[in-house]
């Protein structure tokens, strides 16, 4: 057998995210890639020779975090996301997103639609380790109906027989999930509240993309595109609004008992409400609002507390909730997934149900949890270490001081 370096870490905390415990002074142990074994002060470590030590010191360890909701290839910082780039920009904007997300501690990345499937070559420059970053999930250019929301980023497909063509081609080129555009969105000319694809379009998508064993996730904004993915059989549902034709929300615990029934996982994205709102005023400091943003301002305080009140009905409900924060959009940037757990606690989660819905829960959603998600033995040693204890301070997520992914340490601060 090769021989495989040893690490043994020591922290003053573990967040045991399988059982919601924190482990006070524990220790793990890798091997490789992989963790070998962990335990608590009183059971020493396994002697092992040669074994190198890192010792955390004051320092609280977890699994690497799961961001369930990005877009790698798109812009932020400020900048529009509905202009297409150029396909070599894309891969850029995505080498240097990936980055961002890593060094914040979230060592796996759902993206949720990409530019012409400029990631799948990202994924392969990390497999043959041109570059480091974080473990992709892709799906590839969203699918939506022509002048649908996201239809810059090249994938527009109509009816049925063109869905299933597209499902089928998104798959053969690597994608791990599909992802349907079922209302609009941000994207100008489309219609938040309003359905997109018919109920028809997302099922023909769903029964090609089980029977090749992939699942469904759908953007859903307005009430009538989660029916229409209740009803469709999606596997998860991405914003799930419940917003209203005037840009209000009304959650609807009658329709979150069925996404329960369903078995439906939802990425409820509250953070980015709070992200254009204080950015909006700010701007309303130094700058006049045009009329568009004012009204927005205005509207935002109530769509915030709806989305609080739509994360307690779902976890009521029995919804299993996972986080992800669309990172890529003007206002919401890359590395800041923390800002999406403290939202969940401001909405009623505890710290460690938000830290689940960003580790256990996530890895659950994604059918990984045999390999990412918890520290256990035989689980991808993807670790990150923080300043504090973020099971009493979800803030402390944000002060991160070493990254683990597969046994390395790609970050160290
Ligand atoms: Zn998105």
Not at 212 to 241: F, M, T, W
Request: charged content about 20%.
């Amino acid at each position: 057998m090769a021989d495989e370096t040893v690490t043994v870490i020591k922290a003053k905390h573990l967040v045991n995210v399988d059982d919601g415990t924190v482990v006070c002074d524990p220790f793990v142990v890798i091997k490789g890639s992989r963790i070998s074994s962990w335990g608590q002060p009183n059971s020493t470590p396994p002697p092992e020779r040669r074994a190198v030590l890192l010792d955390l010191a004051e320092r609280s360890l977890l699994p690497g975090l799961i961001n369930s909701h990005v877009h790698l290839c798109l812009l932020s910082e400020g900048k529009p996301f509905y202009h297409q780039q150029s396909k070599e920009m894309a891969l850029l904007t995505a080498v240097r997103n990936m980055r961002r997300e890593l060094n914040s501690g979230v060592t796996t990345v759902r993206d949720c639609g990409d530019q012409h499937g400029a990631l799948f070559a990202l994924r392969q420059a990390l497999e043959k380790e041109i570059l480091s970053g974080p473990r992709l999930i892709l799906c590839g250019p969203p699918l939506t109906m022509t002048g649908g929301h996201a239809y810059f980023l090249g994938g527009v497909a109509d009816g049925p027989a063109g869905i299933t063509r597209a499902v089928r081609r998104h798959i053969s080129r690597g994608a791990d999930f599909i992802k349907m555009i079922a209302t609009g969105g941000g994207t100008p000319g489309t219609f938040p509240a309003l359905a997109s694809y018919s109920r028809q379009e997302i099922a023909a998508a769903v029964k090609t993309s089980h029977k090749l064993g992939k699942s469904v996730a759908a953007h859903c904004r307005g009430i009538p595109g989660i029916e229409n993915c209740v009803a469709a059989g999606v596997d998860q549902i991405e914003h799930a609004c419940f917003e209203l034709p005037d840009g209000s929300l009304r959650f609807s615990m009658q329709l979150a008992d069925r996404m329960a029934a369903a078995g439906i996982c939802v990425t409820p994205t509250i953070q980015l409400y709070r992200d254009v709102q204080a950015h909006l005023a700010r701007k309303q400091k130094n700058d006049t609002l045009t009329h568009d943003e004012s009204r927005r301002l205005k509207l935002l305080p109530q769509v915030v507390e709806e989305k609080f009140r739509a994360l307690q009905g779902f976890l009521t409900a029995g919804v299993k909730c996972v986080a992800g924060n669309d990172a890529g959009l003007p206002q919401t940037g890359f590395g800041e997934l923390w800002r999406e757990l403290a939202a969940m606690v401001e909405g009623g989660m505890s710290p460690v149900q938000a830290i689940a819905a960003a580790t256990c829960s996530a890895a659950q959603s994604l059918n990984m949890s045999d390999t990412i998600g918890s520290i256990q033995p035989g689980k991808q040693a993807d670790l990150f270490a923080v300043d504090g204890d973020p099971t009493r301070d979800i803030s402390a997520l944000s002060r991160v001081r070493m990254v683990m992914q597969a046994g390395r340490i790609v970050f160290q601060n």
